[in-house]
């Protein structure tokens, strides 16, 4: 019949092609993703514990959590308010 040999190599090399494959079609998805929705924000330094380079794209940044403020200074008159995104949720 079959060498055991034989079938665990061609098991592998299945599982190889399978997994190529898959590695292929996520990194295809990945670019498709980049060209759809460009980077508009990247932070760089030490962020979340690393030093590899954060890239927001626009629906990234609509998911963070927006933040509101209102604060007055010796410059302006009256309360303003600012919202956006505070620096601690951001990195």
């Known amino acids: 019949m079959f060498d055991p040999i034989r079938k665990t190599a061609a098991l592998a090399l299945l599982g190889m092609t399978l997994a190529a494959g898959a ?3 996520t990194a295809q998805e990945e670019a498709a993703t980049a060209i759809a929705s460009p980077i508009l924000l990247t932070v760089s330094g030490e962020t979340q514990g690393s030093t590899q380079a954060l890239g927001f794209d626009r629906a990234a940044l609509m998911d963070l959590p927006a933040t509101t403020i209102r604060t007055s200074t010796i410059w302006t008159d009256g ?7 505070a620096l601690s949720d951001l990195v």
């Not at 309360?79 to 995104?85: L, Q």
């Open 23 to 25: 590695t292929q079609a």
């Open 79 to 85: 309360v303003h308010e600012f919202t956006g995104v």
